[in-house]
């Protein structure tokens, strides 16, 4: 199944990637169907329909437009079938426009994957667009070069961060993507233009240790290709990572491929929370379930009402959110990982074999032990070493307005994990339910 995710007019990224699914058509590998899941504004979803019923006139590959009201109804399904309250469930899982929730919008693609009876998600986002050329640059030819193989197969091709166990050789690849040409992952050129610090003062910010910004700035924020990667790295967790995001060179979610894994650890959720939608990897990727970034990368444009955007308060409040976030799982994976899972243990076989509650409790543990003196700092900082050294007016005004909010956002943040950990208890019922509710209109289809 291929999806994009899009609260904007959805059409130039659909012809996009349906080039891909073309070429996997043409090579004799089903390419299933085309899931767009619109969270836009009504005139928005209007025109995106209207689009998609043209262009489905132009290709055998199904393109399917679900809107919020196809959410909404889901969710009412899981409600009606399980024991969960609607308003609680809704709270859980509905994509509220008004939230600009990426954990949220990333977990309903999850279900809809079940739903479908799919087992692996290709993504791909609205400002996302394939190189036009060499089918072997298409991220898709990255993606089934490596997903659901057996690490032992594909070893060859890869470069690995570490050495590597025999039980882990045999393990399958579960998540593969790649990279942007473009515009960065986060929207930091101006401030950089200002302040030749920026990216440092923002690595630190996201808990990277000092030795590693230089390779975690060439891997993300290099404009040059000769910075790339020219061979697929294996991203594993032999060892205890000393970084949040696992390696710098780390799948970003407009170019990945997942497998199964979805099915296990949903995205935390929270309004604005900017790189809670990574959570599905970089947790599972500390349970040891392999993960490779190839070198097909893709085209990542953000349109001119992103970068008006990206001067609010909103967003700003985002990437606090995001520097907190990594603080968070950067406790966990540093003081509460080895009781899930000894260093020599799969901590996936374990979740996989004796259910959620250890996870559970020891997410909630880590939250409640979280010093809210260093996360307050957190927002400071943002303010103080990122925003305001820009000079510019604009900044001034959104680093004090985080100083005089960020008791709120903390608070903001605990309801955030709270929830997240929650949905983190109940999320293989709700993946059970959507396999059933599935199964059953397909039955019923027929």
Not at 9 to 29: D, N, Y
Not at 167 to 176: D, M, N, P, R, S
Not at 177 to 197: A, F, K, M, P, R
Not at 318 to 344: M, Q, S, V, W
């Amino acid at each position: 199944m291929f999806a994009i995710p899009t609260n904007r007019l959805v059409l130039p990224a659909v012809q996009s990637i349906l080039i891909e699914m073309t070429s996997m058509q043409q090579r004799g590998i089903d390419p299933e169907e085309l899931i767009i899941l619109d969270n836009g504004p009504s005139h928005v979803v209007i025109k995106n329909k209207k689009d998609i019923i043209a262009l489905q006139k132009t290709t055998s590959i199904p393109i399917i437009h679900h809107d919020l009201n196809d959410q909404l109804e889901w969710i009412r399904d899981l409600a009606g079938h399980g024991q969960w309250d609607l308003a609680e469930l809704t709270r859980l899982l509905y994509p509220h426009p008004e939230e600009v929730d990426y954990g949220k919008v990333f977990n309903m693609l999850y279900l809809v994957a079940v739903r479908y009876g799919r087992k692996v998600i290709h993504r791909r986002d609205s400002d996302c667009f394939t190189p036009l050329g060499d089918e072997t640059l298409y991220p898709v030819s990255g993606e089934m070069q490596f997903i659901g193989k057996k690490v032992a197969e594909v070893l060859p091709m890869m470069d690995t961060c570490e050495s590597l166990t025999d039980e882990l050789l045999q393990e399958e690849i579960w998540i593969a993507g790649s990279d942007y040409i473009g515009d960065w992952n986060v929207t930091l050129e101006l401030l950089q233009q200002h302040n030749t610090q920026t990216l440092n003062e923002f690595l630190t910010l996201l808990s990277i240790p000092e030795a590693r910004i230089p390779a975690y700035i060439d891997a993300k924020y290099s404009d040059g290709e000769l910075n790339f990667r020219t061979r697929p790295l294996l991203i594993t967790c032999e060892q205890l990572p000393d970084i949040p995001e696992i390696v710098p060179n780390y799948p970003e979610c407009g170019n990945i491929a997942m497998m199964e894994i979805f099915k296990w650890i949903p995205n935390f959720i929270g309004s604005r929370c900017i790189g809670f939608d990574y959570h599905t990897y970089i947790l599972g990727s500390l349970l040891k379930v392999p993960a490779v970034y190839h070198t097909q990368r893709i085209i990542h444009a953000h349109e001119y009402t992103r970068k008006q955007q990206d001067g609010t308060l909103n967003y700003w409040k985002g990437i606090a959110k995001l520097a907190d976030y990594n603080f968070f799982i950067t406790e966990f994976r540093c003081n509460y990982l080895h009781r899930l899972a000894l260093p020599e243990e799969n901590g996936f076989h374990i979740l996989r074999d004796t259910g959620p509650s250890t996870l559970v409790n020891l997410l909630s543990e880590c939250q409640m032990n979280l010093d809210r003196k260093t996360r307050l700092g957190l927002v400071h900082d943002l303010a103080h070493r990122i925003l305001l050294p820009s000079g510019l007016d604009e900044y001034r005004q959104v680093a004090e307005e985080l100083e005089r909010g960020a008791s709120l956002l903390i608070d903001e943040l605990d309801d955030d994990y709270t929830r997240s950990i929650k949905l983190q208890n109940i999320w293989r019922e709700l993946i059970h339910l959507s396999e059933q509710i599935g199964s059953e209109s397909r039955c019923n289809a027929y």
